[in-house]
């Protein structure tokens, strides 16, 4: 079996992740090319022996890739996915698919017409903590699903909003880190029906939200809780929590907490404590286990995952349409703390033309 050749738009951060994978000697993909106009990343690419393109479309037509990844700003994720789209090239889109649900529904409308196959990178979804606490609560370990609790709560270093678009609305936190959270939440316990939420600059003064707060009323009738923050140092973010990323320190802490009629599972840790046999009862004891699991790279495995889907060998796991849904729960949080008002989920989908 061949490798897919994949394409990266956009050297910073998380493009700098995936050019590592596809460029770690994996037999299944490989990197086909990248396409930044910036000098750094020129200067990157021939030191490390790989093609750099300014644009995407010089890219697209002399690397040739079977996928692209798509890890440039916010608010130019739909022109290059459009540019990929029109090209019957598949995508990851680095999260979110765009910053307005209307954005989002261009492309999503785009490539569902031409049928070409997108993901958006909520890379937690292929992490095996998160897999292993989803088919926990599936197969029934804690009963009903009934609460759940999300924090976010870490402190960005200076330097951090030196860029510009980082301190304007969607810079923030809600957008940039509560995003995945309401992603894992949406696995856990499903669809968000409608949000209620307040934010604040008080600490930073920006025109972003450095903190928000949220409750979150689910379809099947569970309520949870989002906290996110910039400002706070705590040991409670996914980052701190999960070993993903060894540029975080490693803390035995907890950052999503699910209650359920006959149990709890607190997460990664993957805690579950349920009560064995009687009815529910705070007076009878509650048995304990970690789950086990085998630890992979998300990004890896979000990797072999395109590249099944290249292939035609797999389905997204997130589609763009379905990401738009993550957006548009997460959008939410910023609208209700703007107006004062709940706001439904669906209305956000709708009035952005989902």
């Known amino acids: 079996m061949s490798g897919v050749h994949i394409g990266v ?102 490539a569902e017409a031409a ?50 678009w980082r301190r304007e609305p969607g810079g923030g936190p809600v957008l940039i880190n509560a995003i995945h959270d309401i992603d894992c939440l949406r ?30 009323t689910f379809k099947n ?25 060894p540029a975080f320190p490693k803390l035995s802490e907890d950052c999503i907490l699910v209650g359920g009629t006959r149990g709890a599972l607190a997460v990664p840790t993957l805690d579950v404590r349920w009560q064995i046999e009687g009815e529910e009862s705070w007076q009878l004891p509650l048995t304990q286990q970690r789950l086990p699991i085998v630890p992979e790279d998300p990004y890896v495995a979000q990797m072999h995952h395109f590249a099944d889907v290249i292939r035609g060998k797999a389905k997204p796991v997130l589609s763009a349409r379905d990401g738009t849904v993550t957006l548009a729960s997460t959008l939410a949080i910023s609208l209700s703390a703007e107006t004062g008002r709940q706001v439904h989920v669906d209305a956000v989908l709708r009035d952005g033309g989902f």
């Open 115 to 164: 049928d070409v196959p997108t993901l958006v990178g909520h890379h937690r979804r292929h992490n095996p903590i998160i897999q292993r606490a989803v088919a926990a609560i599936g197969d029934g370990a804690i009963g009903k699903v009934v609460t759940a609790t999300a924090l976010w709560l870490a402190h960005k270093p200076k330097g951090y909003h030196d860029l510009a």
């Open 187 to 216: 696995m856990l316990c499903g669809d968000i029906e409608t949000v209620q939420a307040s934010a604040s600059n008080a600490v930073r003064g920006l025109a972003v939200e450095d903190t928000a707060a949220a409750v979150l």
């Open 9 to 110: 738009v956009g050297a910073g951060l998380i493009g700098r992740k995936h050019i590592d994978v596809l460029r770690s000697g994996n037999r299944e993909f490989m990197l086909a090319g990248v396409a930044d106009p910036s000098p750094v990343a020129r200067e990157e690419a021939q030191r490390l022996g790989y093609p750099c393109f300014e644009t995407v479309a010089l890219l697209l037509d002399e690397a040739k890739p079977d996928g692209v990844i798509v890890a440039v700003p916010n608010q130019l994720h739909v022109a290059m996915g459009l540019a990929c789209v029109e090209q019957g090239i598949p995508i990851i889109l680095e999260k979110p698919v765009a910053p307005t649900v209307e954005e989002a529904m261009k492309l999503v409308t785009a």
């Open 221 to 245: 009738g569970a309520l949870g809780t989002l906290i996110v923050s910039d400002t706070v140092s705590s040991p409670w973010s996914w980052e701190c929590t999960s070993g993903e990323n």
